[in-house]
């Protein structure tokens, strides 16, 4: 089964061609960092008409290396929330004409579900149930998982996602885009005692705070301008520990099978190496996507909505107009189906 996947949640044009769940023919992404860069962050306007400039070279270049026909494709997967919205708007307008235009049908995908796809793609015949840990510029999410549809959220971030936190404290010490790989850069030369940076202690459930370490970070730099590259260690620190935190106490009270890393952040070579080791102290599995399918790309939305559409009854697996009409929302919880599908 030949599923294409359309990825435009966010400052990512991305395009690619699955085989089945986990054969990767092609995956374009191409990047607006440049755009953006003299902003220090994502503007919405930019970004939606970058999409729109790189959406239509990027399907004709994934056809091309591909080697096919758009009449070869059996499945059209398209990130429809979370996002933003004027970004969604130029993914979800070519998937469905292109759907409409070659009777293909067409699978509306979670972005938060296509990251969880990411690891399926590194590996494919995971264990469950599975613990996730989704860790991006605008999510911190824990998730346990039955199946590939069955989505328990167990914990979230109650202010900043850690992306986020990295992110903006990137920018407070006055690195440039993008943020967190360039403070994990700088991390590395620092100590990582060097200041005693606290999160929000959470005693209850598994839920994320990271507004109040981003706030020390930052106010610690306009106090100690000579002391940079401790501050991003101090910070890093800190943050990954409460992921680790959270996750084992999630790993002991649920006993999965399986730890899976995914989502922007998951490119940290310190969230990488503890959640690891938390996987080895409890001598269960981790998985975790290649550092390329970790940031946003359209690979892992193929692979959501090939294991999404594969799970539909059988009459539902073929084009019909009807399933065109679904929106696009910036908030949804994870494992809902988008209005209308």
């Known amino acids: 089964m030949l599923t294409l996947g359309i990825e435009t949640s966010c400052d990512e044009t991305s395009v690619a061609l699955l085989e089945d769940e986990s054969r990767i023919i092609v995956n374009l992404i191409a ?33 091309r290396e591909g080697g096919i026909e758009w009449k070869d494709v059996d499945l059209i997967a398209v990130t429809a929330a979370p996002g933003l919205v004027g970004s969604l708007l130029v993914g979800v307008a070519a998937a469905k004409t292109l759907s409409y235009a070659h009777r293909i ?5 979670n972005h938060l579900e296509g990251h969880i796809a990411s690891i399926f793609l590194a590996q494919p015949d995971l264990q469950f149930p599975m613990l996730c840990l989704i860790v991006s510029g ?46 994990e850069k700088l991390a590395a030369s620092g100590d990582p005692y060097g200041f005693d940076f606290t999160v929000t202690h959470l005693a209850d459930g598994f839920d994320f705070s990271y507004s109040g370490l981003k706030t020390a970070a930052s106010q610690a730099w306009m106090k100690n301008r000579d002391r940079r590259a401790d501050i991003a260690a101090s910070f890093q620190r800190v943050a990954v520990s409460q992921l680790r935190g959270q996750v084992q106490k999630a790993i002991e009270q649920y006993a999965p099978a399986t730890l899976g890393l995914c989502g922007g952040v998951a490119a940290n070579s310190a969230v990488r190496g503890q959640m690891q080791e938390a996987a080895t102290a409890a001598g269960i599995a981790f998985v975790a996507p290649s550092k390329v399918l970790c940031t946003d790309n359209a690979a892992m939305i193929a692979a959501a909505g090939y294991l ?15 399933m065109l009409h679904f929106e696009t929302r910036s908030l949804l919880p994870v494992g809902e189906q988008v209005a209308g599908v």
């Open 105 to 109: 049908p067409c699978q509306p995908v």
């Open 31 to 63: 990047s607006q960092i440049e755009a953006h860069q003299i902003f220090g962050g994502v503007v919405p306007e930019i970004a939606s008409r970058k999409h729109l400039e790189l959406i239509n070279p990027l399907l004709e270049t994934a056809r």
């Open 138 to 183: 605008g999510h911190s999410e824990l998730v346990l998982m039955k199946g590939f549809n069955q989505f328990e959220r167990l914990g979230r971030t109650r202010d900043d996602a850690v992306g986020e936190a990295f992110d903006k404290v990137a920018r407070a010490l006055e690195l440039p885009m993008p943020g967190g790989p360039n403070l």
């Open 308 to 322: 999404r559409f594969r799970d539909l009854p059988a009459e539902r697996q073929t084009f019909d107009p009807r």
